[in-house]
């Protein structure tokens, strides 16, 4: 018997927030995320008036002012997110208890035994996507099929506000028309070795075995095998355990002076600080990865009592522990910053998690 399963994702969740919240921005290009002047940060979501210009989360804000010059920057109000997290959530909870959130505006749902005794997944989807429509006035689109991957990649194909389903006839094609790019995992790295390989699509994956498969890329090429013959048996898990949340950079050139390395360290602790209010997530530990130029590997960790997810802490920690490496004469290819022991230890010394909602990334 196949599994249903459905991918919810709201529409430009944050900006869309905004321009329920205040009517002026309703219509508008509008950031946020980021800041217009200087070096402000980088983009968190754009609205769909605004993607039109080709503004696009993690973009720079500098970049994003070059293409939309008219677009209205707001800070991120994150109690506001969190608050339609939950509503989403109550919702979802109407259908099934089988809800893995993956972030705050993002779910999969297994409604093979659904609460309401609806029965079909797409009548589901719809109930909720109507739901979040009535009572939140705030759009989402849904992906409906028998796995955790067919469904998040279907939620996209009608984005904003619309429902995809691919049933198990359809899988094969499917997986066969995408490209390289939308599976999952597949980074610019892997990316551009399967370019040099003329592996374009999920045709092209097909044709090779597993061996070769694995062979090319390691644990993942196993992977590659069978999700691109539809074969995706990851359970939806409520309870999952995320232990550790990173962003890294890989740079076209070194970097070696150290003004660039905390340019950068804006960037990823930024980006970073998103990912973690994004997942619900504090840590107590900070690390900082760095890759030099031949390839040698640092990372150097500070560990706090308390949790932490504010950006200026990130980046503060972070500045520190590049410090403590500094001089060098090699130049940095790569840096990174990880958050990680998102917990607290009680002094009975039983561990206690203060974020139930553990997520992957
Ligand atoms: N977000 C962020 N930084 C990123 C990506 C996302 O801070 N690099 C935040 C802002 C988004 C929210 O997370 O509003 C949800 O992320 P999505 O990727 O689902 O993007 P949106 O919901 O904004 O747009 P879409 O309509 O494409 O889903
Ligand atoms: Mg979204």
Do not use: W
């Amino acid at each position: 018997m196949f599994r249903k399963i459905i991918h919810i994702d709201m529409d430009a969740f944050y900006a869309s927030v905004e321009q329920r919240d205040f009517p002026e921005y309703r219509g508008k290009p509008i950031i946020v995320g980021g800041s217009p002047e200087g070096r402000g940060g980088v983009v968190a979501t754009a609205s769909y008036e605004a993607r039109k210009f080709g503004v696009r989360s993690a973009m720079p804000s500098k970049r994003a002012v070059e293409l939309c010059p008219l677009a209205i920057f707001i800070k991120p109000r994150f109690d506001a997110y969190r608050a339609v997290s939950e509503q989403i959530r109550e919702i979802f909870s109407r259908y099934t208890d089988l809800i893995e959130p993956l972030s705050l505006d993002e779910a999969f749902l297994d409604v093979t035994t659904d609460k309401a005794g609806i029965g079909s997944a797409i009548q589901i989807a719809e109930a909720i996507r109507k739901a979040i429509s009535d009572e939140l006035q705030l759009t989402a689109s849904a992906g409906v099929s028998i796995n955790k991957f067919v469904a998040k990649i279907a939620s996209d194909i009608n984005k904003p506000n619309g429902m995809a389903f691919i049933g198990p006839s359809k899988i094969s094609t499917f997986m066969e028309s995408l490209s390289v790019e939308k599976f999952f995992g597949v980074g610019r790295v892997t990316a551009d070795k399967m370019k040099t390989l003329g592996l374009h699509t999920g045709a092209d994956l097909k044709k090779l075995s597993e061996s070769e498969l694995i062979s090319h890329f390691g644990k993942t090429g196993g992977f590659f095998y069978r999700i691109v013959r539809g074969i995706d048996e990851r359970p939806v898990e409520p309870h999952r355990v995320t232990k550790s949340v990173g962003v890294e950079d890989t740079f076209p050139f070194d970097l070696v002076n150290q003004e660039d390395m905390e340019a950068e360290l804006t960037k990823l602790s930024t980006t970073l600080h998103h990912r973690l209010v994004k997942h619900e997530l504090k840590g107590r530990t900070i690390t900082l990865k760095i890759r030099y130029a031949d390839f040698r590997r640092i990372t150097r960790s500070l560990s706090f009592e308390t949790l932490q997810d504010e950006q200026a802490i990130l980046f503060r920690t972070a500045r520190e522990l590049l410090a403590e490496t500094l001089p060098t004469e090699k130049g940095i290819r790569l840096l990174g910053i990880t958050v990680s022991n998102f917990t607290l230890q009680t002094y009975t010394g039983n561990s206690q998690d203060p974020t139930q909602l553990k997520l992957d990334i």
